[in-house]
């Protein structure tokens, strides 16, 4: 794991199944609790780095796997990651040490329109979005010049959603992002209400070390969540 300060939990879905996480803390007073929905690719373990700069920062961070990702049971879809989403933060909201008013959700590409979602149903204290995108269709239609909309069996229209959020928001996009174009992360920003950040990585691409634990995204974070309190 190469984790210091983790606590390896299960939890409970609505429909039976029973998902991993870590649960990240170095301090008996964290700045933030940081929900963290994944990409598509990989599982938790992948993320440690990521937890570990924010825990060593001073903030709690909870990672877990969905359905059908890493050692879970399961199949994952538009509905089920809802489902995880809604279970991980009843989850975290159920420990002593967890206060409600510091958490805080952190998407990453598909994470983010998961982490939109749950926030137009459970507002949090802030809303990261790394590699935010507008929607399945949308993405589908950038990569394959088609209008894709009517064979996807999940949106994620996450477009739709923004306008209706008045949570805190920070948006981290890379400008040289090859799977979700700057463009749909600059729209995602734009159709955001105040309060809202934009914090642009140079150079940067979809799977680039900058974006998962680089110094000028976690600063950035960090800054973001000590505006919070």
Same mark, same amino acid.
Do not use: C
């Given at each position: 794991? @190469?984790?210091?300060?983790?606590?390896?939990?299960?939890?409970?879905?609505?429909? @039976?199944?029973?998902?991993?996480?870590?649960?990240?803390?170095?301090?008996?007073?964290?700045?933030?609790?940081?929900?963290?929905?994944?990409?598509?690719?990989?599982?938790?373990?992948?993320?440690?780095?990521?937890?570990?700069?924010?825990?060593?920062?001073?903030?709690?961070?909870?990672?877990?796997?969905?359905?059908?990702?890493?050692?879970?049971?399961?199949?994952?879809?538009?509905?089920?990651?809802?489902?995880?989403?809604?279970?991980?933060?009843?989850?975290?909201?159920?420990?002593?040490?967890?206060?409600?008013?510091?958490?805080?959700?952190?998407?990453?590409?598909?994470?983010?329109?998961?982490?939109?979602?749950?926030?137009?149903?459970?507002?949090?204290?802030?809303?990261?979005?790394?590699?935010?995108?507008?929607?399945?269709?949308?993405?589908?239609?950038?990569?394959?010049?088609?209008?894709?909309?009517?064979?996807?069996?999940?949106?994620?229209?996450?477009?739709?959603?923004?306008?209706?959020?008045?949570?805190?928001?920070?948006?981290?996009?890379?400008?040289?992002?090859?799977?979700?174009?700057?463009?749909?992360?600059?729209?995602?920003?734009?159709?955001?209400?105040?309060?809202?950040?934009?914090?642009?990585?140079?150079?940067?691409?979809?799977?680039?070390?900058?974006?998962?634990?680089?110094?000028?995204?976690?600063?950035?974070?960090?800054?973001?969540?000590?505006?919070?309190?």
């Amino acid at each position: 794991m @190469g984790l210091q300060g983790v606590d390896a939990v299960t939890f409970p879905t609505t429909d @039976g199944l029973t998902l991993n996480g870590w649960f990240v803390n170095r301090t008996p007073n964290p700045e933030a609790v940081v929900l963290v929905f994944n990409g598509n690719a990989g599982n938790r373990a992948h993320r440690a780095s990521f937890a570990d700069a924010l825990a060593r920062l001073g903030s709690a961070v909870f990672i877990f796997d969905y359905r059908g990702y890493g050692d879970n049971p399961g199949s994952p879809s538009e509905n089920g990651l809802r489902m995880d989403a809604r279970a991980a933060r009843s989850y975290l909201l159920s420990r002593s040490d967890v206060d409600p008013k510091a958490l805080v959700y952190f998407g990453e590409s598909l994470g983010t329109a998961v982490a939109v979602e749950l926030a137009s149903e459970h507002p949090p204290a802030g809303l990261i979005l790394r590699s935010p995108f507008t929607s399945l269709t949308a993405l589908g239609r950038h990569h394959y010049g088609l209008p894709v909309g009517w064979i996807l069996r999940d949106r994620y229209a996450t477009l739709d959603r923004m306008s209706n959020l008045r949570t805190p928001l920070l948006v981290i996009a890379g400008d040289s992002d090859r799977i979700v174009p700057f463009s749909e992360s600059r729209q995602v920003f734009d159709a955001a209400n105040e309060p809202k950040s934009l914090l642009v990585i140079p150079n940067a691409d979809h799977n680039d070390a900058a974006l998962f634990e680089g110094r000028t995204m976690i600063e950035g974070i960090v800054r973001f969540l000590r505006n919070l309190r």
